[in-house]
């Protein structure tokens, strides 16, 4: 599987953008998926987690209520709307698939990664 990451960008606190991850492969639907995010200086942390078919997510405390994942199967593609962003959101934003149907927040159980995309958020 190969991902690619789309839709960062710069915006003002407060405001919304939504990300894009396209998988090439016929089988992204068996795949769990995340979204992942590395600010300057600091560690690649978890952001939020879909399971095969979109009908389970889990968030990081700190974009809990402002984030939503959701994942298309049919256009093999996962999003990450973000609203009410705040300046702390800044960092290049990576997908990952792993193999297994289910999310994870560990960075050791994803198998395939998306080459990142930066979100910078101006207060």
């Known amino acids: 599987v190969q991902l690619q990451a789309f839709g960062g960008g710069l915006v003002q606190a407060g405001g919304s953008l939504r990300l894009s991850c396209a998988a090439s492969?016929?089988?992204?639907?068996?795949?769990?998926l995340g979204w992942f995010r590395q600010a300057p200086g600091k560690e690649r942390e978890f952001v939020a987690g879909i399971n095969w078919s979109g009908g389970s997510t889990y968030y990081a405390d700190s974009v809990k209520g402002r984030f939503t994942i959701s994942r298309d199967n049919a256009k093999n593609t996962v999003y990450l709307q973000m609203n009410s962003l705040k300046p702390e959101d800044t960092a290049v934003y990576y997908c990952a698939a792993a193999i297994g149907s289910y999310y994870y927040t560990q960075i050791s159980r994803y198998d395939y990664w998306g080459q990142g995309t930066l979100v910078t958020v101006s207060s």
């Open positions: 492969g016929r089988t992204f639907s068996s795949y769990g």
